[in-house]
Each structure stands twice: as C-alpha cells, then as structure tokens.
C-alpha cells in the first residue's frame, strides 16, 4: 500500500475477519462476540471519544446499553484475549533481534471510584495528578511495535489494604499489592512461558533500579539494557571498587566516547556519544553504558548484561529501542482510544484496554505488511522521494473511509494517501539534513 501497492479493502476485511475468529472461542454467546466486533470496529473508525456512548452512536445503536454490558456483565475471558494479542503480535512482527520493552503510563481521573486511582505522580502529565497508572509491556522488532501485556497498578495503602473500597472498585480477591518492578516481572515471565523468543529487555530507571528484577532477567537468561540514574554505584576495578556511574564517565579518556546512533527519529538520527566499562568480575558480560548528549553534554546511564558477549553497537540498539514504547503510547491513546473509557469498575477497564491493545496490534500488522523492502539506512531516508511507509495513525485514517465510507473508491484512497505520505516525506528530507549539517563533529 506504499507506492506501487494497491488500497484493497476486501483483503483488509478478510484479516479483520481472521483477528475476530482468533478471539471468537473467548466468548461463551454470539452476543458479545458481535459486541466485540463492533466494539473493535469502533476503536478503527475516526469518532472523535472511543467511548461506550459514542461507539454505539458511531454503530447506530438507539443507546449503549450493548456496549456498556460488554465491558461490565457479559461472559468473556479478557485475560484470554490478552494472551491472544501477544500471539498475534509476535506472529506478525516476529521476534528475530526483538525487544520487551516495558513501561508506564499515566490515565487521569476524576473522583475516587475508579479502580487504582489516587493523586499520584504520572509522566503522562509531568506532576502529581488524579490518576491510575497502567504499566505495559511491549515487543518492538524491525517490523513494528505493540503494547502485549497490562497490568494496573494498585497503591498499596490506599487501595490494597481497604476491603471495601476493593469490593466497590470490583478488585479480584487475588490481585494484592505489587510494585511496579514485580508487575514487570509477571508480564515478561509470562511472555517468555508463552512463547515469546527475545533477546533483550529494556526499561527506564523505575525497572533499572530494582536489583531483584534485573536477577530474575540473569536467572532467564535474556540480556537487558536498563536505564539507572546517575546516583547508581557499581562495582569496576574487577569488583574491588564501588563508584556511583557519573563518577566513573567523568573518569573515561576522550578515546573511550564512540560516536552512534540511538534509531532514527521523526527529526533524523539519534547521535549520542556512548562509552561502556565492564562491571563486577571481568568474566561476566555486564557493562555501565554511558550515553552523552553530543550539544549539551548531559549525561545518561544503563546497567546492561548479557549471557554472551555483544558488541557496544548492540547495546545502544537496544537502549534507543526504549522509545518505542512511548509511540505504541501514543499511537494507543491517540487512534484506538486506549484512554477514552469511562468506567471505574477493574472488570470494564481491563476489557477497555485489552480490546484497544488488540485494535492497535491489528494496525500495526497492516502496517508491517504493508512495508516495501527497501534500505533503512539514514542515506536513503534523506535523500529518498518517495512517499513515507504507511503508519498506524495512516493505516486507521484509510481504514475507517474502507469500513464506514464504502462508496469512497480504493484509487481515491491511495490518491490522498500517497499525497500525505509524499509531503511527510519532504518534511522529513528537510529534518535529517538540517540535523546533518548542525550536528556537532567533536
């Protein structure tokens, strides 16, 4: 569907059909399986809320009582469906050089009802807010990325230890107190018993810090790249010497920094200046990886192991895979309304969410089979005319005019696509030269 592709709606409905069937056996009765469909459907079209109210005004409903039951009363396995997204995510982006990719994300709240909620610090607005926080889990590849896991994260004095406020909010008896590292934990462990064959694990400093999280990885054998703060102390000099990781970058010679890049961005390729240094004994694969900003000098840190020996350049391809999680984030709230319920009770809200995840996955399996086979080198993206790659906010715009605007041909579709696409294009030229050419060289 890139130029040279053809908009083909009917295989487009055939591999929604297909995701439907995957999940059909989750639902004991045809009537929240066909909720489900238009529920789904709904997150893809381009309404503005995603939620009940305007996704049965979206699908003609007289009120949303269909949609409303599907999140709270009707039969289904939400958990099952989750375990269906990993699937289907790692079946479509595969998992050759993949990363777990786990993180939080703030959802604001008004009231005290809402299951997990309490004034709380969220990056999503940058301060102490009203709000619940959900930490997900993600697999990113060379093919794309999608959220996998959930998990919401329920304070512990607030809302764990308080039996009533549990029973109102609908708290299974068996979710209890975890901190935000063990949540991670539970999801890459279950990722990893399902089947999910990755290399790499990555997070920032919240899941770098923990020291029992970071065995658990060892204890797995899958390598991470984990961000820690400058305070962090390690252990170099073949373990006898315990220093805090600014010191040991501020005593690094000038030949130590190695020029790469962290993965390109929207505005052209992530140079940094990395160095690394061996920490504990000198026959273990663990490493401090610095990270440098090449114009202000501000200094990053990741504590990074391995069960074999990788060089630098993986480890940095791995610590710039981080960021994908924030687009999946993105992606989530801003095309499938991953943020737009309003419910309160922890059935409805898992179901919301679970549902959006499945909606993001299927864009971004579009989005990878959509794909050409084409160099990714930063020279060819700077010097390239032809349009963009399709994107997921790209593949839902043409995916609602298909579903909800069938007399709107495919040729007319491509037409604007390959219009947008060839602006962002030039747009991006613009970016990676004048990123280029200010770029420091010392």
């Known amino acids: 569907m890139a130029a040279g592709h053809s908009v083909d709606p009917a295989r487009w409905q055939a591999m929604f059909d297909q995701v439907m069937a995957r999940i059909a056996c989750r639902f004991g009765r045809v009537e929240p399986r066909a909720a489900a469909r238009t529920y789904l459907l709904g997150l893809l079209s381009g309404v503005e809320r995603k939620n009940c109210w305007q996704l049965a005004e979206q699908a003609g409903l007289a009120r949303p009582g269909p949609m409303q039951r599907l999140l709270r009363y009707a039969r289904w396995d939400a958990e099952a469906v989750r375990d269906d997204v990993r699937a289907y995510a790692a079946e479509r982006l595969g998992t050759d050089g993949g990363v777990l990719i786990v993180d939080e994300t703030g959802f604001l709240k008004k009231g005290r009802s809402s299951a997990g909620v309490q004034r709380q610090y969220t990056g999503t607005a940058g301060r102490i807010e009203n709000a619940q926080i959900g930490v997900f889990l993600a697999l990113a590849t060379s093919r794309g990325r999608a959220l996998i896991d959930r998990r919401l994260y329920l304070p512990e004095h607030s809302w764990s230890n308080d039996p009533e406020r549990r029973d109102t909010a609908g708290i299974p008896e068996t979710v209890h107190f975890a901190t935000k590292p063990r949540l991670a934990q539970e999801m890459i462990e279950a990722a990893l018993d399902a089947g999910i064959t990755v290399p790499w694990v990555t997070g920032d400093e919240a899941y770098g810090q923990d020291p029992q999280l970071r065995a658990a990885f060892e204890a ?8 820690v703060a400058c305070s962090m102390r390690v ?3 073949h373990g006898r010497t315990l220093v805090r990781a600014d010191t040991v970058a501020s005593r690094l010679p000038a030949v130590a920094w190695q020029q790469h890049s962290a993965g390109n961005g929207a505005k052209g390729p992530r140079f940094y200046d990395w160095a690394w ?14 990270r440098r900003n090449r114009s202000t000098g501000e200094l ?6 391995s069960p074999t020996e990788v060089p630098l350049s993986e480890l940095v391809r791995v610590a710039g895979v981080r960021w994908s999680i924030e687009e999946c984030f993105q992606a989530a709230k801003g095309q499938v309304g991953l943020d737009h319920y309003q419910v309160r009770h922890w059935t409805s809200r898992h179901r919301h969410i679970t549902l959006a995840m499945l909606a993001l996955a299927f864009l971004t399996a579009l989005a990878a089979d959509a794909a050409p086979d084409r160099p990714a080198s930063t020279h060819h993206l700077a010097l390239s005319r032809d349009p963009i790659t399709l994107t997921v906010p790209e593949i839902r715009h043409l995916l609602a005019a298909v579903f909800n605007s069938p ?13 947008r696409r060839r602006h962002q294009a030039t747009a991006r030229r613009s970016h990676y030269r004048r990123r280029t050419t200010s770029e420091p060289t010392g």
């Open 300 to 305: 990053a840190f990741y504590l990074c192991w």
């Open 407 to 419: 007399a709107v041909t495919a040729a007319r579709l491509l037409h604007w696509s390959n219009w």
């Open 235 to 237: 252990r170099i000099n």
């Open 277 to 290: 240094i061996h920490t504990g004994t000198s026959s273990s694969h663990r490493r401090l990886l610095s």
């Open 220 to 227: 797995r054998g899958i390598g991470y790249v984990l961000a």
